[in-house]
């Protein structure tokens, strides 16, 4: 559980990278540690390993239900499941935008104080 807290401390924008670099297949574990940690975020090579292990397995946290990748061989089938995994990463840099977009707007509009993190929405 305690590595779940460390990922949800980083933006959106930075995990959207990592995931890319990920997912890329150009960095190895501990390049991809030393690249969060050169970013401000102090995580572990083990913290990371297992991040890596959990994309690159098929996003199992987020559907439990899908069969084990190592077992599937079928090469359209692990197409689909990598452009699955990129249109998620998408998704999570258009959310980002999204919301820094709409902080923005709101900060602007005369008379209107921005609400917390834990704004009535």
């Known amino acids: 559980m305690a590595r779940k807290r460390i990922f949800d401390s980083i933006p959106d924008e930075v ?3 990592l995931d890319e670099r990920i997912l890329s297949k ?3 574990d501990l390049e991809l540690c030393d690249w969060l940690n050169n970013q401000g975020f102090k995580v572990s090579k083990n913290t990371v390993n297992r991040y890596c292990l959990d ?3 098929g996003f199992r946290n987020l559907l439990p239900d899908f069969p084990d990748p190592n077992r599937v061989t079928a090469p359209e089938y692990i197409r689909k499941l990598q452009r ?3 249109l998620l990463i998408h998704r999570r840099a258009i959310d980002a935008e999204i919301k ?3 902080e923005e707007l709101i900060a ?3 008379g209107h104080e921005p609400q917390g993190k834990g704004g009535g929405r």
Request: net charge negative.
């Open 26 to 28: 150009q960095y190895s």
């Open 100 to 102: 820094h977009l709409e």
């Open 108 to 110: 602007a509009w005369p």
């Open 15 to 17: 995990l959207t990278e």
């Open 84 to 86: 699955f995994g990129a």
């Open 55 to 57: 994309l690159r397995s």
